[in-house]
């Protein structure tokens, strides 16, 4: 008797075990000091190590088209601060152009809202965007869930991160989510010089830079997101091909009209061309177009009433500031980078 | 042992009990007060022929009020109802035993609150095709078919109705009162004709973003709904 009591503790402690090494590791989302309340509700989202692995391989996978050749990773490149260098709009499916330049992906559990005109209130049903565009992707989440569940690689990646092997669309965009909430850029030059860290010292030009962006810019690209997560107009003329009215599209209130996304300046010296519709491909272009050509109408922005009254030697020491928001840890973080191992075994199989 | 069978046996017996009095509702789709079966063509009081291709929409936090004042709410009311699928037209309240109704409340439709937390799972995952992309939302109400009135492609006629946000909030909530007796199985008629007799589509047969039409056809379709006594 005692030597059964004694073998079914053995066998309950192996499952309890079990159980333990299944739980998947969970990972903690670091805040940086002095930053603003995230707007991402982790509680509902878990972040674990496998679910930042589905999520990586999804977001590197042109699985997620209808023809397998368009990725997410396509149009939002490391390198360039997950976003499509030398592309003014977005280039998709069948070498399809669409409407808008692609945006830079970065410390996205700080944004309210999603795309140029704000239509996407929900970090996680973002990807729905992109993978419906008649331009992007051209396919359906409905199909992805099928295509996801028809193979075994993926039904192993899902139990790992949700310990249940079968494809949702909830968790596939959780996943997606889980891994894009990585893309958080908060080691640049700037960074170290507000930390006082090594690394962080800034030439005269570099801080004359600062204190001119502060006095011209920063209302809108606020520190330390760069961004106020608003929507202006910039007074930008109206693109008579593209009519695009920006934030109007979505709310339909003619105070909305021509106003986009207020984009963060991190990583800026590599995520040209600019603007919503990448119509300039240098800074001394942007910073010309605020200190001399702003187009007036009903709903350009109070901040530029007047425009910036910049001298040329002003523009090159912010120019040399904006350089400082680079953060070559981010670009070329490996945990971040395309998922080598799993893509190579997948096309020998 | 035998105890312990005896004990799950009974317990099962309990529950089986219990299932036998919950409240079962189901949705019944009517065009003139006839059942509607899958691409019927169906003529409308205005004399153009239709037919109704795909109808599904989303019943939400379903009360009932009882006689006596109390309220059931059912938990986690969100109810995707596919007129192309009867199982998800028959809906199964975990009520247990529950006296006299005097009226129910549900939503057609999803409340803004749900409409802003992210992906979810269910009847609510947005795989289910009830999800809009670029304008984040749920679609409250979908109803598509083809009548020789519409002068669109295929004659098709497409309504998606929804939108959270003022000024074009399409969520209704709905409210049936029981003339006689309630049952315990409820039925509750959705009729077509309610909603094609007052529009025209000849000239509204496209509404698919949250907008003035469609707030004024979510109007429409939150009437009719009605209590089959």
Redesign the interface.
Known sequence: MKKKIIILFFYLGIIALSFVSLKPKSINFIIPKGWPKVVY?FS??TLTEDGVELGRHLFYDPILSRDSTISCASCHLQAVGFTHVDHDLSHGIEDKIGTRNSLALMNLAWSKNF?WDG???????QP??P???KVEMDE???N??RKLNSGSKYKSLFKRAFSDSNV????T??AI?QFVLQLNSYNSKYDKYIRKEAGGEFTEQEKNGLRLFRKSCSSCHTEPLFTNNDFMNNGLPLDTILKDFGRYN???NSKDSLKFKVPTLRNIEFSYPYMHDGRFKKLFQVLNHYSSDLTKSKTLAKELQVPIALTSNEKVDIVAFLLTLTDKSFLSNPKLSYPKTFFSKATKE | MTRILFLALFFSICQFLEAQTNIQLSFNLLHNKKPVKNESLLVSKTGDTLSVEILKCYISLIELKLKTGKIFKEKNSFHLLDFENTSTVNLHLNSGPLGEIDYITFNLGIDSTTNVSGALGGDLDPSKGMYWAWQSGYINFKLQGTSSKCLTRKNQYQFHLGGYLSPYCALRKIKLVFQKESKQNINIAIELDDFFNKIDLSKTNTVMIPCKEAVMLSDLACKIFSIQE
Do not use: P
């Open positions: 509700d509902k989202n795309m239509g996407v209130n929900h970090l996680d049903v729905l965007a993978i419906t565009s359906s989440i409905e992805i869930v949702t669309g909830q968790k965009l959780l989510s979505t709310t339909k």
